[in-house]
Every structure is written in C-alpha cells, then in structure tokens.
C-alpha cells in the first residue's frame, strides 16, 4: 500500500478547500524561523532540532498534531483509546521540508505555490490504537521516506483494510 496515493486521493483536496489560508500561513512563518535560524548568529538559543519535530513537523501547516486522520485500522473501535500516528514521522518531515527550504534559497513562496500541496501527506496522520501505537508495533526513526511512504515501519498492524473516517 503507498500511503503517498492514499492521502493525496482520500485527503489532499478536501484539506486544501477548508485549510489552504491556514496552511499557507503556517508554513511561512516557520519557513521564516529557520532562516532566523540559519542566518542570524544571535538564534543560537533556537533549537534546530525542535524547529524540525516541532514547529515544522507537528505545527508547520497549522495542525499542532499533523493533519487530522481520515484514515484509521479496523481496530480502532468506539471506547478504545487512540494515537494519532505521524505515518511519516515529524523528525523526518521537518528534515525534508529544511532541505528543500535552504536548496531553495527559503523561498517560501515558490516551495507553496509548486510543492507543499502534493506533499501534504508528510504532515498526515492515521488513527491507531493506543496497543497499535507501541514502538514494537510501528519502527522509529528506522525507515526512509520510501519505505514509510510503503508503510513497511509498521509491524503487527494490518493496514490492508484502512477505513476512510
């Protein structure tokens, strides 16, 4: 299953409708704090790996939580608790999306206009239970973004039957 298909077929456009100003405006402004970041020799107190899994992995498009799951396992059940898991990982979307910035130059605009919205699925979430959502059930910071995007991170959890919410 590519989770990168998935989203962008189930999720991608109805996020846009209802989110794009918000969206928009989030990446700017944590755009404009790496670039702080960077350049200015006074932000040494800004943590850089706190801008990554932080302010652009968890909040960069306005979510603090990555975008809300439309996707779920079978098990996920009323009166089960729950995890929202990051199918990609906030560390490693924050990684990808400074890499781009500083290739180009932190031009926010030009990374909005011709690559945020086919990559929203970096910020998306799946709904999992709380048993499904244990380090032994879905593998940390062990996987690259090809093989997250094919979901081979998450073991013991089937994920052959995701329900649309």
């Known amino acids: 299953m590519n989770f990168k298909d998935l989203f962008n077929t189930t999720i991608t456009n109805?996020?846009?409708?209802?989110?794009?100003?918000?969206a928009e405006s989030c990446f700017r402004i944590a755009a404009k704090q790496l670039k702080v970041i960077k350049t200015d020799p006074d932000a040494h107190i800004i943590s850089l790996t706190g801008w990554r899994r932080?302010?652009?992995?968890?909040?960069?498009?306005?979510?603090?939580?990555?975008?809300?799951?439309?996707?779920?396992?079978?098990?996920?059940?009323?009166?089960v608790s729950t995890s929202n898991d990051h199918v990609i990982g906030t560390t490693l979307c924050g990684e990808i999306v400074e890499d781009?910035?500083?290739?180009?130059?932190?031009?926010?605009?030009?990374?909005?206009?011709?690559?945020?919205y086919d990559n929203l699925y970096l910020w998306g979430t799946i709904k999992v239970t709380k048993d499904q959502h244990h380090k032994d059930n879905i593998l940390r910071n062990a996987n690259t973004l090809e093989e997250k995007i094919m979901l081979k991170h998450y073991k013991n959890i089937d994920l052959e039957d995701l329900i649309i919410i």
Do not use: A, Q, S
């Not at 968890?58 to 799951?69: E, S």
């Not at 180009?104 to 990374?111: A, E, I, P, T, V």
């Open 14 to 22: 109805d996020f846009i409708l209802k989110n794009k100003d918000r």
């Open 100 to 116: 781009l910035l500083e290739k180009n130059d932190y031009d926010f605009k030009y990374l909005i206009d011709n690559w945020l």
């Open 54 to 79: 932080l302010t652009m992995g968890y909040r960069g498009i306005g979510f603090c939580g990555g975008i809300p799951p439309r996707l779920k396992t079978k098990e996920v059940m009323p009166n």
